[in-house]
């Protein structure tokens, strides 16, 4: 027995072959996938780890083609006789083999030096009969093959004709698995077939599902704290604005909204990057855009509504979206509907310091900070975004593009105690570049408490 497990992915040309093992491979970079029909001229091989150990080998195969072609040459070589294996060795010496027949020769070889093959189906293709005589051909291998639908998490596949079809050939054993719009538990079921299809091959793979389970759960917490990170430095970033001219208090406006803008961008990097995507393939709201615009930014009326929010908190409208600036509720204004907007202590309650306040208020000085709306939004955004990376496949070749999210855990009530105790806080956030980025016990409280409600783990405090 070789020491891993070999697995053949066979099948018709462009079915989805490579977007499997791209998927099962966590590898976007694996082999290459185009519309256009044999795109895989020759094997390529990738294995799966365990802790550093190779479990599996997975070999992805070109596209049959001429299935019917071989069972023709095999019927005039036997003089119409039983095919079976001893013919399959003579057509794969032949000439023809290596040449008529290269693409599909390639296939057989590898299937015959593999445990067990995948047969890739696009369920969303009519069941015709050239399938059947591709699975013809490949049983003659003497491999246990396991039917794998492709492509079925659309409304417009053929799973269940598919599944008949298979059965009146004798394949009880049918895996839905869509390579594109992943499911974990259908994963693992995959694994499982193989499991009771090859018994020596158990302990493996059980070792297999038990890791898939566990890499889950990581990424579910890895990704909450990632978010949960970003909203503490963006709820406990503050500047304060020395002077109470409406030029100083855009100045610094511009300057903390840019810094919470790349915040954001470097939490979707830190996603990306932790799910195994590249860059590109999240493309709809990616901040900055190529042109210097900014795309579905976070200070506009229009991202708060098409997040279901409010265009308004307190009197923060027009220029000064997403933005509070405290002047303590003294009466005090910018003018609303100027480029700075309006301002007013009311964005901000009383949750902050008064007597720093007071201080500052004396010396002339005005906090300005993000509003709830704004944490809000931004909670929004990278909680679809994380839901979304959850269930992509490492076969999608279309970049993401985010709806309008239907969560309300963030629209509704007050913030997590984390993320209001933050407020107070100014040295936890990294954007305040004079007293933030402070690793504190305090911090790390809160930043693991609002990971766990963000992971779902614990409700909001």
């Known amino acids: 027995m070789t020491s891993i497990l070999q697995v053949a992915v066979v099948g018709h040309t462009n079915t989805g072959k490579t977007s499997l ?9 694996f082999g290459e996938v185009c519309d256009a029909p044999a795109t895989t001229r020759h094997v390529e091989g990738t294995q799966l780890l365990v802790e550093g150990e190779p479990l599996m080998a997975l070999y992805d195969t070109p596209g049959l083609e001429d299935a019917p072609g071989i069972l023709d040459w095999l019927d005039e070589a036997g003089g119409g006789r039983h095919v079976g294996a001893d013919d399959l060795e003579r057509f794969l010496e032949s000439p023809d083999a290596a040449g008529r027949f290269d693409q599909e020769t390639k296939v057989l070889r590898q299937l015959r030096a593999s445990q067990v093959g995948l047969y890739v189906i696009d369920a969303r293709e009519p069941v015709l009969g050239k399938y059947r005589d591709e699975l013809a051909v490949l049983g003659l291998c003497a491999r246990p093959l396991l039917p794998v639908l492709n492509f079925v998490a659309g409304p417009h596949n053929r799973a269940q004709e598919w599944r008949e079809a298979l059965g009146r ?6 895996i839905t698995f869509d390579s594109v719009v992943y499911d974990l538990q259908g994963e693992l079921r995959l694994y499982e077939k193989l499991r009771s299809l090859l018994d020596a091959w ?14 889950a759960r990581w990424l579910r917490q890895a990704a909450a704290e990632t978010v949960a990170d970003m909203l503490i430095d963006v709820a406990a970033c503050m500047m304060v604005v020395e002077g109470g001219g409406r030029e100083d208090t855009q100045r610094a ?17 830190a996603l990306l990057n932790l799910f195994r995507f590249r860059p590109s ?24 509504r098409h997040y279901g929010l409010r265009t308004g908190e307190g009197a923060a409208v027009g220029g000064a979206m997403g933005m509070a600036v405290d002047v303590m509720a003294l009466g005090t204004t910018l003018g609303a509907g100027t480029a700075v907007g309006a301002a007013t202590g009311a964005l901000l309650g009383n949750t902050l310091d008064l007597g720093r306040r007071l201080v500052q208020r004396l010396q002339g000085h005005r906090e300005l900070r993000v509003n709830n709306n704004t944490l809000r939004l931004l909670a929004l955004r990278q ?13 999608a070749d279309k970049a993401l593009q985010l709806g309008a999210p239907a969560d309300e855990t963030w629209r509704k009530g007050s913030l997590p105690k984390p993320v209001q105790k933050a407020r107070l806080h100014p040295e936890w956030s990294r954007l305040n570049p004079n007293t933030g980025g402070t690793e504190s016990r305090a911090r790390a409280q809160a930043l693991d408490t609002l990971t766990r409600v963000l992971a779902g783990d614990a409700a909001p405090p």
């Open 21 to 29: 093992l791209r998927t099962l491979s966590r590898d976007t970079e």
């Open 202 to 215: 158990r302990a493996p793979l059980e070792r297999l599902m038990q890791a898939r389970e566990r890499e």
């Open 383 to 395: 909680h679809q975004l994380v839901q979304a990376l959850i269930h992509r496949g490492h076969g």
């Open 169 to 174: 050939l004798g394949l009880h054993a049918v």
């Open 253 to 269: 406006m511009d300057t903390l909204q840019n810094r919470v803008r790349e915040r954001e961008q470097t939490c979707v990097d």
């Open 281 to 304: 393939d999240y493309l709809g709201e990616r901040l900055p855009l190529e042109d210097g615009q900014w795309g579905l930014d976070l200070f506009t009326a229009e991202a708060l």
